[in-house]
């Protein structure tokens, strides 16, 4: 992508994501947007950067870590179509669906009796 495809600013992307600009820029730290700099050294954000936050806080609700969403992201084409986007809903879903089935384990078996030593 040139330059020219990243024109929105940290605000822009934090008012469309529902986040703070100092959220924004946590998430380019760890990967999971991307951003250019001008020659101003202001940030800079493609289309694609406020939709990967919001699903990238849906995960984080569901406990996958920012680490592993952006690991899921990197597998994205630079110019990301809905069947890109709904390949990564599905991986986040069933990664979803694993934990949420261990943490029901995990409930069952102190539900039941078990010792804090066998839950581990």
Do not use: N
């Not at 020219?4 to 946590?26: H, I, L, M, N, W």
């Not at 920012?66 to 084409?77: D, N, S």
């Not at 990301?80 to 949420?100: F, G, H, I, S, Y």
Request: hydrophobic residues 45%; charged residues 25%.
């Amino acid at each position: 992508m040139t330059i020219t495809a990243y024109t929105k600013t940290v605000g822009e992307v934090a008012a469309q994501s529902g986040v703070a600009a100092s959220a924004v820029r946590f998430y380019e730290q760890h990967g999971v947007v991307a951003a250019v700099r001008t020659q101003g050294d202001q940030r800079r954000f493609d289309e694609s950067a406020a939709c990967r936050i919001r699903v990238a806080r849906m995960a984080q609700r569901v406990g996958l870590t920012v680490r592993e969403i952006a690991e899921v992201f990197a597998t994205l084409p630079r110019d990301p179509q809905p069947a890109d986007w709904a390949r990564v809903a599905e991986a986040l879903v069933t990664e979803a669906e694993a934990r949420t089935a261990a943490l029901r384990d995990q409930l069952a078996a102190m539900r039941w009796g078990a010792r804090p030593g066998d839950l581990a």
